[in-house]
């Protein structure tokens, strides 16, 4: 039976990203080897690793004074490394908390120096976007979770956020990690964007960072040297050994992307798929959407049963259907379907059939 994936993450790629991949595994160009058994500074592989630079910057419109890596540590230890990179000894980052790894990031703040909370939809379990918010004077930088993945929002306008940063004058940071190359952003106003490539790039192991190299060298820190931005920019990403699968299906999928039409083109895509399952979820009696309207998610859907004890029978059905990957995360239970940039609309339509039937057989 066809699966369909609806895993947050690792999460889905398209299936033709993943057959080019496992080739590559065997046998990698016309080299006769494995992709991950050459070295990262031969010739083949500085030529993916620049073309991922190329193309992450053409998909997102940047200009030279930006950077592109593909690190390791995962975004966790972006949030981290921003804060160390950018936070100067009697400074802070300002930080929105709209879930739980927005919460770590003001966490890992918190332990080099100091992160201010400068909103939090922690009362209702994090189920909309705050928008009013003030930057402190001290702030050296202003972080924001663009898509919270386990509550199922997203931040739909990106312009208030750049607007607050532009209007203090410091850099915007952007844990991108579930909705990078979901549509179109306004990149080039950012300071730092990451993602960890396993929601919607690649497989785990790269993290994609964003970097505009004038915001870098202010702070009075001295930062370890794997953990100073400025090392892998002067190395080109290849400080140390890259995690060469990982940067290579990353680039697959931004190859695959660009053949589709770019971030115009899943921006539509993600759009059409949303709305199918967003109005199934509105229409249907039995089911209920977690986050505020507008701040619904294009990427994670997450919803309740009212009556929660038919939760475990719908499982069952999704499951009987090849649905996997539906049931929502601990902290808000119910239902999360992750309908990434690789996710078909006939796999969005299946789930939208299972419900009505569901509906139609328990409503
Ligand atoms: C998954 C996720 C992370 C954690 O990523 P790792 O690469 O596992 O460290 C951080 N932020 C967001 C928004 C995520 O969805």
């Not at 057959?19 to 031969?42: C, K, N, P, T, Y």
């Not at 981290?80 to 400074?91: C, H």
Request: some cysteine; charged content about 20%.
């Amino acid at each position: 039976m066809k699966k369909h994936n609806f895993f947050a993450g690792p999460a889905i790629l398209p299936a033709e990203v993943l057959s080019e991949a496992a080739q590559a595994v065997q046998s990698f160009g016309d080299m006769g080897l494995s992709l991950v058994e050459i070295s990262h500074r031969s010739k083949e592989f500085v030529a993916v690793m620049e073309e991922a630079q190329q193309l992450t910057k053409e998909l997102l419109h940047l200009p030279d004074d930006f950077a592109v890596l593909f690190l390791q540590g995962g975004a966790s230890l972006q949030f981290a490394m921003s804060a160390y990179n950018l936070m100067r000894s009697d400074g802070s980052g300002a930080y929105l908390e709209t879930g739980s790894w927005a919460k770590k990031a003001v966490k890992e703040a918190n332990i080099i120096g100091k992160g201010h909370v400068v909103a939090s939809s922690a009362d209702t379990n994090f189920n909309y976007i705050p928008k009013d918010f003030t930057l402190p004077d001290d702030a050296d930088y202003f972080h924001i979770t663009t898509n919270n993945t386990i509550y199922g929002t997203e931040i739909r306008d990106l312009q208030p956020m750049v607007d607050a940063a532009k209007a203090k004058g410091i850099p915007l940071v952007a844990d991108m990690s579930s909705d990078i190359f979901s549509g179109p952003i306004p990149a080039s106003d950012f300071g730092i964007i990451y993602a960890g490539a396993q929601k919607n790039l690649g497989p785990a192991g790269a993290t994609l960072v964003i970097v505009r190299k004038d915001i870098l060298g202010k702070t009075d820190r001295a930062i370890p040297t794997m953990l100073n931005y400025q090392t892998h920019i002067d190395k080109d990403s290849m400080f140390n050994t890259p995690p060469v699968f990982a940067v290579y299906t990353s680039l697959l999928t931004m190859r695959w992307i660009k053949k589709h039409g770019g971030l115009q083109a899943m921006q539509a895509r993600n759009e059409k798929k949303a709305d199918l399952l967003y109005n199934e979820i509105d229409r249907n009696s039995l089911f209920e959407g977690t986050a505020a309207k507008e701040d619904r998610s294009l990427m994670n859907a997450t919803f309740v049963m009212p009556k929660a004890e038919l939760e475990p029978a719908f499982l069952q059905v999704c499951t009987e259907a090849g649905l996997v990957g539906v049931k929502g995360h601990r902290s808000v239970g119910g239902f999360r379907a992750s309908i990434y940039n690789a996710m078909e609309l006939d796999s969005v339509q299946l789930l939208v059939d299972v419900m009505q039937d569901f509906e139609k057989k328990n409503g």
